[in-house]
C-alpha cells in the first residue's frame, strides 16, 4: 500500500456511520362512534396534536367539507349528521395533504404562518418553502 491509500484508508475510518432515517409519517385514523343521529370523534384532540395544527382550524374544515354543523366538548368533536367513518378519515387525509404537507420535500414539518392582506401560507421547517393557502 501506498501513502496515499493509507490516509484514504484513515480518512474512511474517522467518518461517521451514516445516518439514514426510515421513519415514516402516517396519517393519524380518527376513533369514531354514532350517537342517534350525531358522529363523535373521541380522539379528536390528540389526532390535531399530532398533525400540528390548532382545533379550530381542523374544526371549520371539517365543517365546509361535510356541510354538517360541529363543536368540540373537551378532547372530542362533535359531527350534527350520522356519517360513515370511511369519509371521515378520507377527509383527515384531504386536510393533511392540503395544510401539513410540504409540497417540496414532502414532509410533515410546516406551521401555518399569516402573510400580508389576511392571506395564510403554509412554511416548511426542512426545506424553507412557502406556499399560499386557503
Known sequence: MN???KLLGNIYSNLPEKVTTTERFEVPKF???TEGNKTIIKNFKSVCDKIR?????????????LAVPV???GERLILQRKLM????NKKLEEFVLKFVMC???NKP???????SHGLKQLVCESCGARRSIR
Do not use: L, N, P, W
Not at 414539518?109 to 402573510?115: C, K, S
Open 3 to 5: 501513502e496515499y491509500e
Open 53 to 65: 395544527r390548532d382545533q379550530e382550524s381542523v374544526c371549520k374544515y371539517f365543517s365546509k367539507e
Open 71 to 73: 363543536g368540540v366538548q
Open 31 to 33: 376513533e369514531f362512534f
Open 85 to 88: 367513518g370511511d369519509i371521515i
Open 109 to 115: 414539518d410546516t406551521h401555518m404562518q399569516e402573510a
Open 103 to 105: 409540497r417540496q420535500c
